[in-house]
């Protein structure tokens, strides 16, 4: 009701902001998984193991054997925009984290019944565990525990204080684990030195593993020797065993005989050292900057370099897929995975594209029962070309030159598709 001489404007209690805020982050249950994957990731674990219940509605679980968090970190864990990761706005530019928000613990306490906390590091001889509502620990000190060096998180009963999204996602549980179990793979797929495992409990059958990267023998070998990796990280023999276990992966999660198909290529320009920068913003300080006077420039080269792993245009999903197999969520069936510096970002325009490439190559054949292809990107650009900072969820980005990229690959995989019957063995990365 609005009265012309009375002031309407009034500010929103801190609760409601924070919860307004949370809801952009959180925004169904899978989105509670990715962050807290990127967080372990961030604190470096090998393995990670996420817990589902009831399409992660009644309880998510993310266990990591990552750095730990010190118990005087713990009051401040849930609290909107507390970070270890930026410091300043100047960090954005030499960001190695996925996290800088400080918004997806907070969050997700905004947004649940229950987050409990279990952790700890090298430095502290006990584990230690805290509880938290609303962003708040409900004790004052954290109550010292049993447990390995990493962290626990576990979320209850998401969403009982958001009764739509509740409602929304009630009916479909399979569906939401579908989408859990889909961003385990591709964060699988992306980090072949990391085992993951993703397994949900189910009335029927009981503790269902639907995806263990740790037992595959590729990874296995890679995770024991994850610190000589570490070191030679520009060795060829190295690039050639993620390269391996990537494959490895793909066909692990995808569909078993997927290996022997795949056809793997790289394009673009400064392959090699791009590829093997590891930052997720890439090292924009010592690259001259491409900037929009170089556009203009004759000599203007486009940076970035990608690899590709594809299935070939006949591609015949002729076995069954062994994971979750509900009507329309066949991941074998069609899967376009981006990864761009390392971020499992949305980039609409690349996927159409590339999709469109199959479709010319498909139609005539008259084959109805072909598959729509598996396409996998791993995409580097120099970080001072992407902003990351666009939305809280971070699966959008603003990419400089797009258009251009977007062509350059999709020429590249033309190229590859006409010359088709390339595949793996023969073609290795240099
Ligand atoms: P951000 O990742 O943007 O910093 P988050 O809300 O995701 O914000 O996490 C807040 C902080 O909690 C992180 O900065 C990190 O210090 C700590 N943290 C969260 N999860 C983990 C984890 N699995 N292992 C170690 N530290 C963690
Ligand atoms: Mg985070």
Redesign the pocket.
Known sequence: ASCSNASNIALLPQHVIDQIAAGEVVQRPVSVVK?LLE??L??GATHIVVHVERGGLSKLSIS?N????SPT?LPL?ATRH????LKTVDDFSTLSTF????????STSMVSRLLTVTTRTVNHPTAYTQCYQNGRPMSDKPKPCARTVG?TLVVQDLFYNVPHRQKAYQKRENEEYAKILSVVQQYAVHYPTVGFVCQRSTLKQGLVVDCYTSQIPAVKALLQSREAAKRDGDDVHCRNRIHEATKEILSHVLEANLMKQLIYFECGSNREETILSSSKTSDAVTKPLVNSAATNNNNFQLEFAAQVYCTPPNHNNNQSNKTVNNNNNNIAHGKFILFLNDRLVDLASLKRAMEDVYVDFTTGTGNSKVSKPVVVVNLRVPGTQVDVNVHPSKRQVALMFQEDIVEAITKALRQQLEGCGHTFATTMPP
């Open positions: 962050e967080n372990s961030d604190a990591d990552g750095s730990g968090i970190d864990l507390a970070t270890s990761k996290g800088f928000r400080g918004e997806a613990v907070a962290t």
